[in-house]
């Protein structure tokens, strides 16, 4: 095992591993904020994730239950960190700039998601929120750009929504967040962290080599024509498309299908 994953030097992120599932905890009182060594930190811990044999989802969670993340740590930065600074691989909550994550990410939203918080969730690949969850973008009232969350959210939201909330800086609440697509689910604050379990439990039985296809080809489509990026899938010009066809996975679930029986993936 990757020795950034059994690292126990810092509690301000908590690491626990189980049946192919990395559960991310933030655990910085009183707001999860994130300053540069964390953020350097959490780079590390998604890149060793990516690289994995073993692990094949990944949970993102905060301990507590008033914040999931503030953000970029206000109070670092007032004491002179830099909001261009470095970040650490994978840019800021290292997983926004991280290249190649082509395995699943889940996020459980557990109460305040602001600023770089919220960034860092629309960087996963779906979104839990218990009920008493709260979303907002407030940069504009710092000063700054929530630059992440202006290039994401009106790929996500309809435009005018996404602009709302960029440009007022205001809450809103889980059943907005589900009303817009932001969120899959809304559970309680007790059992968000089981069906987060749950959820990531389904996604590991799942077939490893089309997941990676399948967020490959979300990622290249995102700013490529549909023709384009079609024949680029059809001819296997994407790495993670190629392995797909070419493994043993592939034929495994023609055979179960044929057979009536549940597929064995064995990722390769």
Same mark, same amino acid.
């Given at each position: 095992?990757?020795?950034?994953?059994?690292?126990?030097?810092?509690?301000?992120?908590?690491?626990?591993?189980?049946?192919?599932?990395?559960? =991310?905890?933030? &655990?910085?009182?009183?707001? &999860?904020? =994130?300053?540069?060594?964390?953020?350097?930190?959490?780079?590390?811990?998604?890149?060793? *994730?990516?690289?994995?044999?073993?692990?094949?989802?990944?949970?993102?969670?905060?301990?507590?239950?008033?914040? *999931?993340?503030?953000?970029?740590?206000?109070?670092?930065?007032?004491?002179?960190? !830099?909001?261009?600074?470095?970040?650490?691989?994978?840019?800021?909550?290292?997983?926004? !700039?991280?290249?190649?994550? &082509?395995?699943?990410?889940?996020?459980?939203?557990?109460?305040?998601?602001?600023?770089?918080?919220?960034?860092?969730?629309?960087?996963?690949?779906? =979104?839990?929120?218990?009920?008493?969850? @709260?979303?907002?973008?407030?940069?504009?009232? @710092?000063?700054?750009?929530?630059?992440?969350? @202006?290039?994401?959210?009106?790929?996500?939201?309809?435009?005018?929504?996404?602009?709302?909330?960029?440009?007022?800086?205001?809450?809103?609440?889980?059943?907005?967040?589900?009303?817009?697509?932001?969120?899959?689910?809304?559970?309680?604050?007790?059992?968000?962290?089981?069906?987060?379990?749950?959820?990531?439990?389904?996604?590991?039985?799942?077939?490893?080599?089309?997941?990676?296809?399948?967020?490959?080809?979300?990622?290249?489509?995102?700013?490529?024509?549909?023709?384009?990026?079609? &024949?680029?899938?059809?001819?296997?010009?994407?790495?993670?498309?190629?392995?797909?066809?070419?493994?043993?996975?592939?034929?495994?679930?023609?055979?179960?299908?044929?057979?009536?029986?549940?597929?064995?993936?064995?990722?390769?």
């Amino acid at each position: 095992m990757n020795a950034i994953l059994t690292d126990t030097s810092t509690t301000d992120i908590l690491l626990h591993q189980q049946d192919g599932i990395l559960e =991310i905890s933030l &655990n910085r009182p009183k707001a &999860n904020a =994130i300053d540069r060594a964390t953020s350097r930190r959490l780079g590390e811990i998604f890149t060793a *994730f990516r690289d994995s044999t073993e692990l094949r989802v990944a949970i993102l969670r905060a301990t507590g239950e008033k914040f *999931f993340s503030a953000g970029w740590d206000l109070k670092a930065a007032a004491s002179g960190e !830099e909001v261009d600074g470095d970040y650490g691989i994978g840019g800021f909550g290292g997983l926004q !700039e991280l290249g190649q994550m &082509n395995k699943p990410v889940i996020c459980a939203v557990n109460g305040i998601c602001c600023g770089g918080g919220l960034e860092m969730a629309l960087a996963c690949d779906l =979104i839990l929120a218990s009920d008493t969850a @709260s979303f907002a973008l407030p940069e504009i009232r @710092s000063g700054t750009v929530a630059d992440a969350a @202006s290039i994401k959210l009106p790929k996500r939201i309809p435009y005018h929504v996404a602009m709302d909330l960029l440009l007022t800086g205001r809450w809103f609440d889980a059943e907005e967040a589900h009303r817009w697509g932001l969120v899959k689910q809304i559970v309680s604050q007790d059992s968000l962290q089981q069906t987060a379990w749950e959820l990531a439990r389904h996604l590991v039985s799942g077939p490893p080599l089309v997941f990676a296809a399948i967020k490959e080809v979300v990622r290249e489509a995102e700013d490529t024509k549909f023709q384009d990026m079609l &024949n680029r899938v059809t001819k296997r010009q994407l790495s993670t498309v190629d392995t797909l066809y070419s493994s043993e996975d592939q034929l495994e679930g023609a055979r179960a299908f044929a057979e009536k029986r549940a597929p064995v993936w064995k990722g390769k």
